[in-house]
């Protein structure tokens, strides 16, 4: 059974720092994409980032392009994100998600493209 867990949320000031875990279970670690994304209250789900646990390809959004890092343990089968500087805007659900990928199909970034889903962590970003 395919499972993701995403773990690390919370209340965090504005400028502060956070960092979200997302352990995967189920499948071949070494051969999928694993993503997060966010969602905001009224807001459409959207990539944050991601990476290619294939070839080491990553995907930052513009918007937290300088203040994430994503990061791959395959010893853990987790990825990490490391957010830094966090803004209010930041405030939302955080998923991770995983599909199937080959050494150079870089890193899908739709939210279509992701076949596996963890259940979420909050993040709220106060000012």
């Known amino acids: 059974e395919v499972q993701l867990v995403e773990s690390g949320g919370g209340l965090v000031q504005a400028g502060g720092s956070l960092r979200l875990s997302c352990a995967a279970s189920g499948f071949t670690f070494g051969n999928h994409a694993i993503a997060w994304f966010r969602q905001a209250p009224g807001k459409e789900r959207e990539g944050v980032s991601c990476?290619?646990?294939?070839?080491?390809?990553?995907y930052y959004a513009g918007s937290v392009k300088g203040r994430f890092a994503i990061s791959s343990d395959n010893a853990k089968n987790t990825v990490y994100l490391q957010m830094h500087s966090l803004k209010p805007d930041d405030t939302a659900v955080y998923y991770c998600?995983?599909?199937?990928?080959?050494?150079?199909?870089?890193?899908?970034?739709?939210?279509?493209?992701?076949?596996?889903w963890g259940q979420g962590t909050q993040v709220t970003v106060s000012s």
């Open positions: 990476i290619s646990n294939s070839d080491g390809t990553t």
């Open positions: 998600a995983a599909v199937g990928v080959l050494a150079g199909w870089g890193v899908p970034t739709g939210v279509e493209d992701y076949h596996y």
